[in-house]
């Protein structure tokens, strides 16, 4: 009781300090953790000294190394692309020559995140896909808030079709894939009308876009297309084994690609003779350097690490002139560097998870989850009306790691509902499903989010704010719709 | 009576033509003329600036000799853009190598939607450069444009912004052909191919008549016999010379309101709030912040265009708006005004007895919802109920709009008869219905500029301000003012411009030679249109988000009136203002330096935080010689410091007073006193780029400089 007293008031101060920029995240959110973790030391018998110093800041720290060392070689990536000129000439162009259709650009880029994560996940994808995709962003007017914004929407669209993403319901909730598959289109074109609403409203509201009609021929047509192509999916999805168009693809792409990195050679022996006298300049094939990684990733199943490996090389020979191997370590350094905030706030984030779920490897039952599950299950509404209302207010409980996060609870949210809260399992799949739309876009928390805020110089709560309005109603719509389909 | 010397200032109005003659050195004004604005004149407004300058110089007996500076408005770019008074124009775009597919399409503008069911015409020509220019080629695309009716030319080249030789050729040939031409790339230099071009167009459809006004405006003038310098409002306030609007007709946009609120700055000297001009229809709302008005993009229609102009916000109610009845109730007032309708106003009314109220369409299309009073028996109505009256029946109107109250309580009891209620009450109401239009907007307008939480003034101007600003400042809770002489602000304001351009260039990441070119190129430009060099302050701009670098470079017309007739204010009386604007008493206050044209004033204050922590502010001041605030600052620090460790300073104080959030640095507000300048680094986004301007700005200097640093947020 007292204990989970002392987490909801850490909670409240710690949000309480962030949105009113006493205190930014990078220093709130690992006192918060701390702060939890050494509330459950002193109040509960069950967590101890070495638990918060070893475990929460210690361990916890650790927690998302992966994520950081992804951010690391995506900062080098992106300062490769920056140093050698590639991104400026590819920022100017699309300005230059497609300055003028920021709501194509956007829907589009949206669409094409989309896609891309209904096959990979994880920050390493994110990155890849903005560097293809803020840039032009940036050049049609589109703010950076808003251009964040079309990627976060895009990630989560791809998510909700993300066959891996299933398996959690699966196998802990007891569904059949169909179950979940047909509930997840839903959750699709719902997400997607949030997503096309956000563009248009946000770019109608800063003046980018002033065509009505041509707003909504976009936003109509967009919403018809993607239907299509996501009920394909969704009967892709469900098949077994892997798609069939993988195997000739690999070979095309490979082939494609030796012999560029060979045309790339014979253009280097050719300038060799007058190789002093080289002036810098961009040639055509170093616009390819963020597509090298990203086929890498969705066409030959590659670990997000070793393609960026063969991106940063291929970035490397793509753009060889004089000095240009000093240039990259130079390259590799500073773009470390610009990363360091992100990890730094990564680090942070670690240490609250690890709070809240407790570290890892570690016997018995972590008090701070004890503390909360009962409040939650105690909660949990069982009339239809309730169920779309109470959950639908209570979503934005999943920000912040907050009680109805469910990644940070993972599979224990489900088991709480289910079976403390006596709602049947499809209906616990619509909440997850739904309410997890709120955490996934708007989450200050979230790897991607402090990534995307990072590399677009806003605050990443300033970019929950903007974005929670569509989510929130997102979440309420699709509670709705799962309340319809499961609480009868 | 021979050393005096007179700016002329003349307003080209929606009804009327306003010119005044302006006392150079003491400010006064010396002479005012009017005469209807000629919209319908084969010469166009033109001929009323010729004629108001002419009555002006004959009724206050001017001698053409005196006259030092001519400036106007001109509501002719505006009028044309409206009602599609512009010549078709030919694109010539260029581009080459893979660019060309995209350029091809980019430069085809078709029909330009200049406003609801009004069309500009173009016609476009490609030419590839892959292989360079043939002036054999540019030559039958020209040829062919002017075939097609094309009586302007824009040359639009991809990535023109870096290389515009090829433009600059097909300008030379078409002009050589007898075609106005415009480059588009010479006229913004900001990436965006289809917005470039069209801003180009818009420029180039407005050539052929506005070669025309100006050279007529020039003619007249000379023979005339006056020699001074003649002068055009532009769009951001400023003022620029007539060889200028030659050029780049687009830069005229706004020139009407933007007079008014050059007078705000220069006459009023407001430097913080909001103005608003309330003519006989409408009110012109603007922002000032920092001594500047606030600036957005332009746009022609529902497109972008790459031009700033004042962000001015209008609304359909003014002096002379007309009194609407719904359902026996005060409903709304305006857009219908008295004089469109042809009636008197109440409050000049000099017969009100006897008159009964009627409600009526006035003009064909308007409701039939708006009051007016009649003779019994009379098939016309003759006199309006307007906010003026309404203002002079509440004893609201001192100057201008002062008429007869008694009669303008009649004509509203006359209201009050058919209605209900007291003749007050109905005033009050209409003076309501006025400030639910204007409040909204002024409100809009802080909240955009995040000052929702600022005390602003707000300023008066033009004949109906009386009628309109008293009440929705007193709505707002602000406090309010009229101008001096509201009803010629305009005019006034043109007379006093201030010479003004800017220069705005697309750069990711700017460098330090980046800043000077912008901030060399904008001076360069003003001192060609005769701004006094030591006068000149340059305001740099780095948009991270537009990625776009800016430099707005403002001087006063080189004509030395700052031998100033008047008496200066003594250092008691500059304290004594200092010591208002610090919000302590004058013995609190410092003077911290001083030149002669700037002094920098501060103190310390005891504020307490939340009400109980007791913490010091150092709030500062910077007036100039006459007494008029240039800035002020709720806490700042002020260093008195020799030119050669301005850099140093500025570079260390910006970076160790710079507030960091989770999105990265945000460098404190600086600025420099210089002896006669204030130089503003607001604008730059990082410590290094405001000690690579601090440096720019220090060259040459050899007196003591003041160095002002302030947190922000």
Not at chain 1, 262 to 288: G, K
Not at chain 1, 414 to 426: C, V, Y
Not at chain 2, 511 to 524: F, I, K, P
Request: aromatic content about 4%; some cysteine.
């Amino acid at each position: 009781m007292l204990l989970a007293l002392w987490i909801a008031g850490v909670f409240l101060a710690g949000l309480a300090t962030m949105v009113a920029r006493v205190l930014p995240a990078i220093l709130a959110l690992p006192l918060m953790g701390i702060a939890i973790a050494g509330g459950a030391a002193v109040l509960s018998p069950d967590a101890t000294a070495s638990d918060l110093f070893a475990g929460v800041i210690g361990a916890g720290s650790l927690r998302l190394h992966e994520a950081m060392v992804v951010a690391l070689f995506g900062g080098m990536l992106s300062s490769q692309m920056q140093k050698s000129g590639t991104a400026e000439s590819l920022v100017k162009g699309g300005a230059e020559l497609f300055g003028e259709g920021p709501l194509a650009v956007s829907v589009l880029s949206m669409l094409l995140a989309a896609l891309l994560f209904t096959s990979v996940g994880g920050l390493g994808a994110v990155i890849l896909v903005a560097l293809v995709v803020l840039p032009v962003l940036a050049t049609t007017g589109v703010e950076p808030v808003v251009a964040g914004g079309v990627l976060l929407f895009g990630i989560s669209l791809g998510g909700t079709l993300n066959a891996g993403n299933w398996v959690v319901y699966q196998s802990t909730l007891g569904l059949a894939p169909n179950e979940v598959a047909s509930f997840a289109l839903i959750v699709f074109l719902l997400t997607l009308a949030a997503g096309v609403a956000f563009v248009a409203i946000e770019l109608a509201r800063s003046g980018a876009e002033r065509r009505p009609a041509h707003l909504a021929g976009w936003v109509l047509g967009t919403l018809s297309l993607a239907g299509l192509g996501a009920w394909l999916s969704v009967r892709g999805g469900t098949a077994e084994g892997p798609p069939a168009w993988k195997a000739p693809a690999q070979l095309v792409l490979g082939g494609l690609f030796a012999l560029l990195v060979a045309w790339i050679a014979i253009d280097a022996l050719r300038r060799a003779p007058r190789w002093r006298r080289e002036v810098a300049r961009v040639r055509p094939w170093a616009y390819l350097i963020p597509l090298v990684p990203l086929a890498g990733v969705v066409v030959f199943d590659l670990p997000v690490l070793p393609a960026f490996v063969i991106g940063i090389a291929y970035a490397w020979i793509a753009t060889l002139r004089p000095g240009s191997l000093s240039m990259t370590v130079q390259s590799l350094v500073e773009g470390a560097q610009s990363s360091i905030p992100a990890v730094l706030l990564m680090i942070g984030i670690g240490v609250l998870v690890t709070a809240v779920i407790g570290p890892a490897g570690r016997d018995g039952a972590w008090p701070v989850l004890a503390a909360i599950e009962p409040y939650v299950a105690a909660c949990v509404p069982t009339t239809p009306l309730g169920y779309v209302v109470g959950f639908g207010l209570a979503a934005p409980l999943s920000l912040y790691r907050g009680p109805l996060n469910v990644w940070g609870l993972g599979f224990g949210t489900a088991a709480i509902l289910t079976t403390s809260g006596g709602l049947p399992p499809a209906a616990a799949m619509a909440v997850l499903f739904s309410v997890g739309q709120v955490q996934g876009i708007c989450d200050p928390t979230n790897t991607a989010n402090v990534w995307l805020a990072n590399e677009l110089r806003v605050d990443p709560q300033t970019l929950m704010l903007r974005l929670l309005p569509y989510a929130w109603a997102l979440a309420f719509a699709g509670l709705a719709v799962g309340a319809a389909l499961t609480m009868r | 009576m021979s050393a005096r010397r007179v700016k002329v200032g003349i307003d080209v109005g929606g009804t009327f033509t306003h010119a005044v003659a302006v006392d150079a050195a003491t400010l006064e004004l010396v002479g005012k003329s009017v005469v209807p604005t000629t919209h319908h004149a084969r010469e166009g407004v033109a001929r009323g600036v010729v004629d108001a300058l002419q009555k002006l110089l004959l009724e206050a007996r001017i001698a053409p000799s005196e006259v030092v500076l001519v400036a106007h408005s001109t509501t002719q770019a505006t009028n044309a853009l409206l009602e599609g008074d512009v010549a078709p124009v030919g694109i010539v775009g260029l581009a080459a190598g893979a660019a060309a597919v995209r350029a091809k399409r980019e430069t085809r503008l078709g029909d330009v939607e200049l406003a609801r069911g009004v069309h500009l015409r173009t016609f476009s020509r490609f030419l590839d450069t892959a292989h360079g220019l043939k002036d054999d080629d540019a030559r039958r695309a020209l040829d062919e444009l002017a075939a097609e009716g094309a009586r302007a030319v824009v040359a639009s080249q991809a990535f023109g912004v870096e290389d515009r030789v090829h433009e600059e050729r097909v300008v030379e040939l078409a002009r050589e052909r007898g075609l106005p031409a415009t480059a588009a790339s010479e006229l913004s230099q900001i990436w965006g191919l289809r917005i470039r071009t069209r801003t180009a167009v818009i420029n180039a459809s407005m050539l052929p008549k506005m070669l025309e006004t100006a050279n007529l405006t020039e003619s007249a003038l000379k023979e005339s016999g006056v020699t001074a310098p003649l002068m055009v409002l532009r769009s951001d306030g400023g003022i620029m010379d007539i060889e200028a609007m030659r050029k780049r007709p687009i830069l005229t946009m706004l020139s009407g309101p933007a007079a008014g609120v050059a007078a705000a700055l220069l006459y009023e000297r407001l430097s913080d709030g909001v103005f608003v001009e309330v003519g006989g229809t409408s009110s012109d709302i603007c922002l000032i912040r920092r001594g500047r008005p606030r600036l957005t993009q332009g746009s022609v229609g529902r497109h972008r265009l790459f031009v700033r102009t004042l962000d001015v916000r209008t609304v359909g109610v003014g002096g002379g708006s007309m009194l609407r009845v719904r359902r026996g109730k005060l409903c709304e007032i305006g857009p219908r005004s008295a004089h469109i309708a042809g009636l008197g106003y109440d409050a000049f009314e000099e017969r009100p007895e006897g008159l009964e109220a009627r409600v009526y369409a006035p003009l064909e299309r308007d409701p039939a919802e708006y009051v007016a009073l009649a003779r019994p028996g009379a098939e016309r109505a003759s006199v309006a109920l307007t906010t003026t009256g309404a203002a002079n029946v509440l004893g609201l109107a001192h100057g201008y709009s002062k008429g007869d109250a008694t009669s303008a309580t009649s004509c509203w009891s006359a209201l009050a008869r058919t209605i209900g209620g007291s003749a007050q009450a109905a005033a009050e109401r209409a003076l309501d219905l006025a400030a639910d239009k204007v409040a909204p907007v002024v409100k809009a307008l802080l909240a955009e500029a995040k000052l929702g939480r600022e005390r602003l003034p707000v300023v008066g101007g033009g004949g109906g301000a009386e009628a309109v600003v008293p009440w929705t400042a007193k709505r707002l809770g602000l406090e309010h003012r009229i101008a001096k002489n509201a009803e010629v602000i305009s005019a006034i304001g043109a007379a006093l411009g201030i010479v003004q351009d800017s220069v705005e260039r697309s750069v990711l990441e700017p460098s330090e030679s980046d800043l000077e070119a912008v901030r060399r190129e904008a001076e360069a430009s003003v001192v060609r249109m005769g701004a006094e060099a030591g006068s000149i302050e340059v305001h740099v701009e780095v948009d991270r988000r537009a990625r776009v670098v800016r430099a707005t470079a403002r001087g006063t017309p080189d004509l030395r009136t700052r031998e100033l007739g008047g008496k200066l204010p003594g250092e008691d009386d500059l304290r004594a203002v200092a010591a208002r604007i610090l919000k302590v008493e004058a013995a609190a206050v410092t003077k911290l330096s001083g030149s002669d044209w700037l002094s920098v004033w501060t103190a310390e204050r005891r504020v307490r935080l939340l009400g109980i922590f007791p913490v010091m502010r150092t709030p500062l001041c910077v007036l100039d010689r006459e007494g008029v605030v240039r800035l002020a600052l709720d806490d700042a620090e002020a260093t008195t410091c020799p030119p050669h460790e301005v850099e140093a300073l500025v570079r260390r104080r910006a970076s160790e007073l710079a507030t960091f959030g989770d999105g990265g640095m945000l460098p404190p507000d600086v600025f420099l006193v210089k002896s006669a300048q204030l130089a503003d680094l607001t604008g730059l986004a990082t410590p290094d780029q405001m000690a690579a301007m601090a440096r720019m700005e220090v060259r040459g200097a050899a007196a003591p400089l003041v160095v002002i640093v302030s947190r922000r947020g």
